[in-house]
C-alpha cells in the first residue's frame, strides 16, 4: 500500500506506478535508510514521540531488517513498493504492526532521501579513495622498477625530449593526487545530516539535530531545511570528481594504447587484461585500457545529465530530483571499476627499455641540448635555435641522428662547435640536465618518488 493514500479515490495506474518507482534502483540505499530510521528512533525517543520500550522493539525490529537485506539485498527490489523508505517502513510495520506507524513523525522521505544519499556517497566515497591510494601505489612501485627507462617524451605527438619512464609515471600519480583530494574535498563539503529537516520547513519537534547528525557520523547537521531537501550539490560534486578523474584515467589509457601499439611497441600489457580477436588469431588488443577510455563519457554524461535536472529547479525538493540517482549509482562504480582495471594493467606491464631507449635517441630529441650548448659557447639562444634548425635539416638529409654527425658537419653550421659536443648529445646527459625542480633528471625523479612515497604511507 502506498504511503500516501488517504486523500486519493483510486490507485495509481501501472503505467504510472512503473514510471514513478524508485525501488528498482534506490534499493542499493536500504542499509543507509535502515540506519537513517534507528536514528530517527532515537531522535524520536529523546523527544518522548517514542516510549523507552516502542524505541527498542522499532530498533530490535529495524536491524533484524537490516540482517535479512544484508542476506539478500537484491530481494528488496521486488517487493512492489514505491521507493526504498516505502519499503522500510512497510516492512517495518510487517514485523511490529501498528508501533511502525509512528517512525514517521516529523519525518518526510525529502529529509530522508537526502541524508540516505549522502550516507550512500560518503561510503562508496571512501571505497574510491582506497582505490586511489591503490593505484598510485602501483605507479609508484612501477615507478622504482622501471627506474633507468628512458621514454622519448612526446608533444604534439612527435618525439619532443627524452624522460624518465618513471617521470611519466609520476605524472599520472599527480593527476591522482589531485583526484583524491577532489574526492576528500567534496566529501568534506557533504558531511552534513539533513534529517530533521521535514518536508521543507524543518520539523515541529524539538530535535536535537547536531546530535542525530553525530549518531549518524556526520560532521553536523545542515544549517537551511529547503536547502537541505533540495540541495544536490554533493552529487554534482562528485560527479564533477569522478569526471574529472577519468579524464586522467582515460589520458593513462590512451598513452598505454599508443605505447602498446605494434609501430610503438615500447610497453606488452598482461594477458589477463587483453582479449583476441574472433577472427584474427594474431591479435592482442589493449580492451581494458580502451574500455577505461570510453566509460569515460559515460561518466561526463551522467555530470552534464545532472546538472541539466537541477538547473532551474524552484525551491524546494521537486520529484525530478529522484533522477540524481541513477547516473551516481552508475558513475561511481564505473569510476571505481576504471581504477581497479587501469591498476591491473599497471601491475602486469612489461616495459621494453630497449626499444624506449633507441626511440628516445632517435627524432633529434637532443636539439634542445645543442641549442644549450651554443648558448654556454655564447650565442643567443634564439641564434642557436636557428643553428640547431639547420643542423637538424643536416642530419635528416644524412638519415643520421644529431650525435652522429662529424664535427667538421657541425661546424660548417657553426664554427663554435668544438669535440666537446658530443657528450652534451648523449642521452643520459639530456636527463641529467634536466635537474630544476619538477624535472625529469634522475635525481629530481627519485625524489619526487620519495616524497609520494612518504605521503601514501598508510598508517
Ligand atoms: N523516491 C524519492 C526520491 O528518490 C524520494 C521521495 C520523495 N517523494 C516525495 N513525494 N516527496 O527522490
Redesign the pocket.
Given at each position: 500500500m502506498a504511503l500516501?493514500g488517504g486523500r486519493f479515490s483510486s490507485g495509481p495506474d501501472e503505467a504510472f506506478k512503473q514510471f514513478n518507482d524508485?525501488l528498482p534502483f534506490?534499493y542499493v540505499m536500504a542499509e543507509q535508510d535502515i540506519i537513517g530510521s534507528v536514528a530517527w528512533a532515537g531522535a524520536l525517543n529523546r523527544v518522548n514521540v517514542l516510549t523507552d520500550d516502542e524505541h527498542q522493539r522499532l530498533v530490535a525490529a529495524l536491524y533484524e531488517l537490516l540482517e535479512e537485506v544484508q542476506a539478500n539485498p537484491d530481494s528488496v527490489a521486488l517487493s512492489g513498493e514505491?521507493?526504498?523508505?516505502s519499503h522500510v517502513e512497510a516492512a517495518l510495520i510487517n514485523k511490529v504492526g501498528d508501533l511502525g506507524k509512528k517512525l514517521h513523525t516529523g519525518r518526510?522521505?525529502?529529509d530522508?532521501?537526502a541524508t540516505d544519499f549522502r550516507l550512500w556517497c560518503k561510503q562508496t566515497a571512501s571505497t574510491i579513495a582506497d582505490a586511489l591510494i591503490a593505484i598510485k601505489q602501483s605507479l609508484l612501485a612501477l615507478a622504482e622498477r622501471e627506474f633507468g627507462t628512458v621514454l622519448p617524451g612526446y608533444t604534439h605527438l612527435q618525439r619532443a625530449q627524452p624522460v624518465l619512464f618513471s617521470h611519466w609515471c609520476m605524472a599520472y600519480v599527480e593527476m591522482l593526487e589531485r583526484d583524491a583530494s577532489r574526492l576528500q574535498d567534496a566529501v568534506k563539503r557533504m558531511d552534513q545530516c539533513p534529517l530533521g529537516s521535514g518536508?521543507l520547513a524543518g520539523t515541529a519537534y524539538a530535535i536535537d539535530r547536531e546530535l542525530l547528525a553525530q549518531d549518524l557520523g556526520f560532521a553536523q547537521a545542515t544549517r537551511n531545511s529547503l536547502d537541505a531537501v533540495s540541495d544536490r550539490d554533493f552529487v554534482v560534486e562528485l560527479l564533477s570528481t569522478a569526471s574529472i578523474s577519468m579524464l586522467h584515467l582515460s589520458r593513462f589509457a590512451e598513452d598505454l594504447i599508443f605505447y602498446n601499439s605494434g609501430e610503438a611497441g615500447f610497453v606488452e600489457l598482461a594477458d589477463n587484461v587483453t582479449s583476441g580477436s574472433s577472427l584474427m588469431p594474431q591479435k592482442k588488443n589493449p580492451d581494458a585500457l580502451e574500455l577505461i577510455r570510453g566509460k569515460t563519457g559515460r561518466v561526463f554524461g551522467a555530470m552534464s545529465a545532472m546538472m541539466m535536472t537541477l538547473k532551474s529547479l524552484p525551491l524546494a525538493?521537486n520529484?525530478d530530483?529522484?533522477e540524481?540517482?541513477e547516473g551516481l549509482f552508475d558513475a561511481l562504480p564505473t569510476w571505481l571499476a576504471c581504477l581497479h582495471m587501469a591498476q591491473s594493467c599497471i601491475n602486469g606491464i612489461k616495459v621494453n627499455g630497449e626499444r624506449t631507449r633507441a626511440a628516445a635517441q632517435g627524432g633529434h630529441a637532443n636539439a634542445t641540448e645543442l641549442a644549450d650548448y651554443l648558448v654556454a659557447k655564447g650565442i643567443p639562444f634564439r641564434e642557436g635555435h636557428h643553428i640547431v634548425g639547420q643542423l637538424v635539416q643536416v642530419a635528416i638529409g644524412e638519415g643520421k641522428n644529431l650525435e652522429q654527425l662529424t664535427l667538421e658537419q657541425f661546424q660548417a653550421v657553426s664554427s663554435v662547435i668544438e669535440e666537446d659536443v658530443y657528450p652534451v648529445l648523449e642521452l643520459d646527459a639530456c636527463l641529467q640536465a634536466r635537474k630544476a625542480l619538477g624535472g625529469t633528471s634522475p635525481q629530481q625523479v627519485a625524489n619526487a618518488i620519495k616524497h609520494a612515497q612518504q605521503q601514501h604511507t598508510i598508517t
Open positions: 500516501w524508485s534506490d514505491e521507493d526504498i523508505h518526510s522521505r525529502n530522508q532521501v518536508a525538493y520529484k530530483m529522484q540524481d540517482k
